[in-house]
């Protein structure tokens, strides 16, 4: 990851654990994609719900980098929307 923007030179990392709150943003987009994932095993296989929902758990692992990566977009663009750094 870079430490600036390229394009405007935003630092992405203001502060130390500036990420702490993405990682919340990760927490919410992870079950949901868990619980999506679940449910597109229970109603294609048919498999009972605690099995599906260990099948949606397996499907997600390789999506887990990227949803990291956008849990840290958003929370950019979230913390830029309420305080922008002007520096
Ligand atoms: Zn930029």
Redesign the pocket.
């Known amino acids: 990851m870079y430490e600036?923007?390229?394009?405007?030179?935003?630092k992405f990392e203001r502060e130390d654990g500036y990420f702490l709150g993405a990682m919340y943003i990760g927490y919410g987009l992870g079950v949901g994609a868990i619980a999506v994932l679940a449910a597109l095993v229970w109603e294609v296989l048919k498999w009972p719900l605690l099995k599906s929902v260990f099948g949606g758990i397996v499907l997600f692992l390789p999506l887990a980098p990227v949803l990291t990566w956008m849990a840290r977009v958003l929370w950019i663009y979230m913390d830029q929307a309420i305080d922008p750094d002007r520096s």
Do not use: D, Q, V, W
């Open positions: 600036r923007c390229p394009a405007c030179g935003l």
